[in-house]
């Protein structure tokens, strides 16, 4: 089956400092999605992306599709105590019936 | 707007006793996915139901979980009898199949603890 790959699995950053964090895939996806959950809730759409090289940002966040429609990553700038969480990426193959496949998760950790 | 909708929130248990979670998905989605995330395997697909038809449950662990989607606005996934190793939160999501935004909400989850 599809397997996504998320890293890194965890990170401790200082208040201020920019986070990447990426996923790649060993299958062609046509819908790359980013999700955040903080502690005791359910995971929350952050970003999705639907074409190859696509840019979106909301807010700080900015994730962006991958040319070979394999990979995405997400960036945070200037992160803030309240980005704590798992970031989660998830994809969409077109032949999936709607399944996402999801990623193991980033564990963000910031330091005031 | 309501989003999705899990019972309980909490649920300690017994090992041998029959668990039952409910979801109320969102209005007007068709789409309805049971999720159960553990550390040691993060999110897994159990099933999903399209227009409360099960579609794909190949990923219920045991014949011990079943599914049910009476009508548009309740599903139940039941564990009977529960084991220590079904400790988990089980996360019901729902989407809407029209249009480029039909991706998945996710309700707050229903935390499981088997003793």
């Known amino acids: 089956g599809q397997q996504l790959n998320q890293s890194p699995q965890s990170m401790f950053i200082q208040e201020g400092e920019d986070v990447s964090m990426n996923c790649t895939s060993s299958?062609?996806?046509?819908?790359w999605l980013w999700y955040k959950q903080e502690p005791g809730e359910g995971p929350v759409l952050l970003i999705a992306?639907?074409?190859?090289?696509e840019l979106t940002s909301n807010g700080r966040l900015t994730a962006q599709f991958g040319i070979t429609r394999k990979d995405s990553f997400l960036n945070i700038s200037a992160s803030i105590p309240s980005d704590v969480g798992i970031y989660f990426c998830?994809?969409?193959?077109?032949?999936?019936?709607?399944?996402?496949?999801f990623g193991s998760g980033t564990q963000l950790t910031v330091l005031p | 707007d309501a989003g999705v909708i899990q019972s309980p929130r909490h649920e300690v248990t017994e090992m041998g006793q029959e668990v039952t979670l409910r979801c109320k998905p969102i209005?007007?989605?068709?789409?309805l996915f049971w999720y159960r995330q553990t550390m040691m395997r993060g999110l897994e697909l159990l099933i999903y139901?399209?227009?409360?038809?099960?579609?794909?449950d190949s990923g219920m662990p045991e014949d011990r979980f079943s599914a049910k989607m009476p009508n548009a606005s309740f599903s139940t996934l039941k564990i009977q009898p529960s084991e220590p190793r079904d400790s988990a939160v089980y996360f019901c999501?729902?989407?809407?199949?029209?249009?480029?935004?039909?991706?998945?909400?996710f309700g707050e989850g229903s935390r499981l603890t088997v003793l």
């Open positions: 999501a729902s989407r809407f199949s029209g249009g480029n935004t039909g991706e998945l909400f």
């Open positions: 299958s062609i996806f046509n819908t």
């Open positions: 992306l639907y074409k190859a090289g």
């Open positions: 998830a994809g969409r193959t077109a032949g999936s019936a709607r399944q996402l496949t």
């Open positions: 209005s007007g989605h068709d789409y």
């Open positions: 139901f399209n227009n409360n038809v099960p579609i794909d």
